[in-house]
C-alpha cells in the first residue's frame, strides 16, 4: 500500500470512529435528556420541601417558646405552692398553739 492510499483511509477510518462517537452521544443524550415536564415536577417539589422547610422552622420556633411560656407557668406554681405549704405549715403550728392554751385555760379553771 503506497502512501497516498494509507493516508486516505486512516482519514476514512478516522472519519467513521467520529461519526460513530458522535452518534453514541446524540443516543446517549436523547434518551437521558430530561423534560421539560419533569422540570417542572422536580421545580414543584422544591418549591414544597422549601415550604415545608419554613412550616418546621416556624413549628420549632412555636414549640420553643411555648416550652419556655409553660417553664415559666411551672416555676411560677411552684413557687406559688411553696408560699402557700409555709403558709399552712404556719397556720397549723398557730392553731397547735392555741389548742395548747385553751386546754391550759381548761385546766385552769
Keep these: 500500500m503506497d502512501r497516498i492510499k494509507f493516508i486516505i483511509v486512516t482519514?476514512?477510518?478516522l472519519f467513521i470512529a467520529f461519526c460513530v462517537g458522535w452518534f453514541a452521544n446524540w443516543f446517549?443524550?436523547?434518551?437521558?435528556?430530561?423534560?421539560?415536564?419533569?422540570?417542572?415536577?422536580?421545580?414543584?417539589?422544591?418549591?414544597?420541601?422549601?415550604?415545608?422547610?419554613e412550616t418546621r422552622d416556624q413549628a420549632i420556633t412555636y414549640?420553643?417558646?411555648?416550652?419556655?411560656?409553660?417553664?415559666?407557668?411551672?416555676?411560677?406554681t411552684e413557687a406559688?405552692?411553696?408560699?402557700?405549704?409555709?403558709?399552712?405549715?404556719?397556720a397549723r403550728h398557730e392553731a397547735e398553739e392555741l389548742r395548747s392554751q385553751l386546754e391550759q385555760a381548761n385546766a385552769a379553771n
Design 63 to 76: 414549640l420553643q417558646q411555648r416550652e419556655a411560656e409553660l417553664t415559666n407557668q411551672l416555676a411560677q
Design 11 to 13: 482519514a476514512i477510518v
Design 28 to 53: 446517549i443524550h436523547r434518551f437521558t435528556r430530561v423534560s421539560k415536564s419533569d422540570m417542572g415536577e422536580l421545580e414543584k417539589m422544591a418549591q414544597e420541601l422549601h415550604e415545608a422547610e
Design 80 to 90: 406559688e405552692l411553696s408560699a402557700t405549704m409555709d403558709g399552712l405549715r404556719e
